[in-house]
């Protein structure tokens, strides 16, 4: 069960990264990537990494994809009064529809199946808060300290080259 709902998974990632790379529209192409993210998510819960999955959500498809839609909106990547062709329109209510019955599937079978870390009263693991935190600050202190610095250097770097000359 476990190797099939890995499969649907995988098949959803790679439609999530064809239409990234297919689409002709870019706003299209941002929405296969919010996909394609959300896939990646519950690959990581699958794992038992809820921080990562949930990271991933906040982070990438909360924050990432909302930025690419507004400097594709700002930058007219999506050209107003295009009317849908009916058969667009079409496709894309069967594919929600599809969408929408294999979400309610997952989530009876999570529902019904348990998940064992629900079940398991949230022992720390790999992907908990407290062994993240731990590894970040004892194994990983140093690469951690030094891709802070190189993040600031090119903040820095980013506002000098954006600034204009007052000369």
């Known amino acids: 069960m476990q190797l099939l709902f890995f499969l649907i998974l995988a098949a959803a990632a790679i439609a999530g990264a064809l239409g990234v790379v297919v689409s ?27 921080f990562v999955a949930v990271v991933q959500i ?26 849908v062709r009916p058969r667009a329109r079409a496709v894309a209510a069967v594919a929600a529809l599809v969408a929408g019955v294999l979400a309610l599937a997952g ?7 348990g998940s064992p870390a629900a079940t398991s009263g949230a022992v720390p693991g790999n992907g908990s808060v407290q062994a993240i935190g731990e590894a970040l600050f004892t194994t990983y202190l140093l690469p951690f300290e030094l891709a ?20």
């Not at 906040?58 to 009317?83: E, K, N, R, S, T």
């Not at 989530?107 to 199946?113: K, P, R």
Request: charged share 10%.
């Open 148 to 167: 802070s610095v190189l993040l600031l250097v090119a903040m820095i770097g980013a506002v000098a080259l954006a600034r204009k000359d007052s000369t």
């Open 107 to 113: 989530l009876g079978y999570a529902l019904v199946a």
């Open 58 to 83: 906040i982070v990438y498809a909360g924050a990432i994809v909302v930025l690419f839609l507004f400097v594709i909106m700002l930058i007219g990547g999506d050209l107003p009064g295009v009317a």
């Open 24 to 50: 002709k529209k870019p706003v299209y192409s941002a929405l296969s990537l919010l996909v394609n993210f959300a896939v990646a998510a519950v690959l990581f819960i699958t794992l038992q990494a809820q």
